[in-house]
């Protein structure tokens, strides 16, 4: 799905509206040391690499998280931008 680069939004911090980029949301990288990721990593052990158990469930869709820059002040905000869960990418328009 094409997101427009630039959107007209309310910004919380400067209390109207104004233009604002749109970019698209990226997790950083994973902590190694994190509880639950060596949580995850222990049950992986002694399974083959496999966690025990078939999966019965289908694959969810994920929300599309886009992320909004100011340009009168450069806070971000982050907003879900398609309401539903879907399998569709975010692509923004250049």
Same mark, same amino acid.
Do not use: D
């Given at each position: ?5 630039v ?9 109207k509206?104004t233009e ?5 949301y990226?997790?950083g ?15 992986? #052990?002694?399974?083959?690499?496999? !966690?025990?158990? *078939? @999966?019965?469930?289908? /694959? ?16 971000k905000?982050? #907003?879900?931008?398609?309401?539903? !869960?879907?399998? *569709? @990418?975010?692509e923004? /328009?250049?």
């Amino acid at each position: 799905m094409k997101v427009p680069n630039v959107i007209s939004t309310y910004c919380p911090y400067c209390r109207k509206h104004t233009e604002h980029k749109v970019s698209t949301y990226s997790p950083g990288k994973r902590r190694s040391l994190a509880f639950g990721n060596v949580k995850f990593e222990n049950k992986l #052990r002694g399974h083959g690499g496999k !966690r025990a158990g *078939k @999966k019965s469930v289908k /694959k969810q869709g994920k929300r599309q998280v886009v992320v909004l820059t100011c340009t009168e002040c450069n806070k971000k905000q982050m #907003r879900v931008y398609i309401k539903s !869960r879907t399998k *569709k @990418k975010i692509e923004v /328009k250049r």
